[in-house]
């Protein structure tokens, strides 16, 4: 059977959360998938899970001696894909069962578009707070900006993220905003499939510092870059964050984000997290 996507996980101390996200992709509809995933010097059971792992050929496990950081360890996960397509999924986020036969299946029907992304709903297993944002308008995009498309919901032609000048680079932070600008400049265009294909594990992993934080670092990019907009526009949202954090719970700020999931989606929510705690690994 001649393997059509490959998954990358890169991940840093997932547990438990690891294991919800790797059952997401053994219960995929379509079964042409391989999954890649590299360990990036955890100290938890990562490794104890992951030599679970090591015997199913589905899966290939990669392991850094030491923390290197989000683009050094995607971008060692990327060179080792062989298959056609590739798609993200961060540890402790997890995939609709369709998400990898649907897009594929874009991919393979329209040889003019670069990636396909799809609907993403964010959510914190002690939050209350389900927020879908990502949605597009049914119609194939070129991609101008950061932020313009949900990178995690994302899968990419092999042949376009390969290329020498297209990487993620070495950053911890916005390595995907690093690797998307670059892949753009080969095949800028895009489609949002829309349906919420993608469960990104958010609400109760951030706090106010780590918003801050954030904003830092994206400065220190734009600057390291040479983008005045990138710059400009982080230090804005830095300024009103500090005016805000003292007053502003985070789950209020989180409520921003997107809007609130439908009756429809809250369900299949439900139904996927109820069913993806049977784990068989």
């Not at 062989?82 to 986020?93: H, I, K, R, S």
């Not at 369709?98 to 002690?126: C, D, H, K, P, Y």
């Not at 949605?135 to 390969?162: L, P, W």
């Not at 907009?229 to 989180?254: C, I």
Request: net charge neutral; aromatic share 10%; glycine share 6%.
């Amino acid at each position: 059977m001649a393997v059509l996507v490959d998954v990358m996980i890169p991940v840093f101390n997932g547990m438990p959360e690891l294991r919800r996200s790797v059952q997401s992709v053994m219960n995929q509809s379509m079964k042409e998938w391989h999954c890649v995933v590299c360990d990036d010097g955890s100290t938890d059971g990562t490794a104890d899970f992951l030599n679970e792992l090591k015997n199913d050929e589905r899966f290939t496990i990669l392991r850094n001696i030491r923390n290197m950081g989000r683009g050094v360890t995607r971008q060692r996960i990327l060179e080792v894909c062989t298959a056609p397509y590739v798609c993200m999924l961060d540890a402790g986020d997890v995939m609709h069962p369709e998400r990898l036969e649907r897009q594929v299946e874009f991919l393979e029907q329209n040889n003019e578009v670069g990636f396909v992304a799809s609907g993403m709903l964010s959510f914190g297993t002690m939050s209350k707070l389900l927020r879908v944002r990502g949605f597009h308008n049914g119609q194939i995009e070129t991609y101008k900006r950061h932020g313009q498309v949900c990178f995690a919901t994302s899968m990419f032609r092999r042949d376009v993220a390969r290329r020498e000048d297209v990487s993620f680079g070495e950053l911890r932070m916005c390595e995907d905003s690093f690797f998307l600008e670059r892949y753009a400049r080969h095949n800028p265009k895009f489609f949002v499939i829309p349906m919420v294909l993608y469960y990104y594990n958010e609400f109760d992993n951030t706090s106010r510092l780590d918003v801050l934080k954030n904003y830092v670092y994206l400065v220190g990019v734009g600057l390291r870059i040479g983008s005045i907009g990138m710059v400009a526009r982080n230090m804005a949202k830095m300024a009103v964050s500090m005016m805000e954090l003292p007053f502003v719970p985070m789950e209020r700020r989180f409520a921003r984000r997107g809007r609130e999931a439908t009756i429809d989606e809250r369900a299949e929510y439900e139904r996927l997290f109820s069913e993806s705690y049977k784990f068989t690994i």
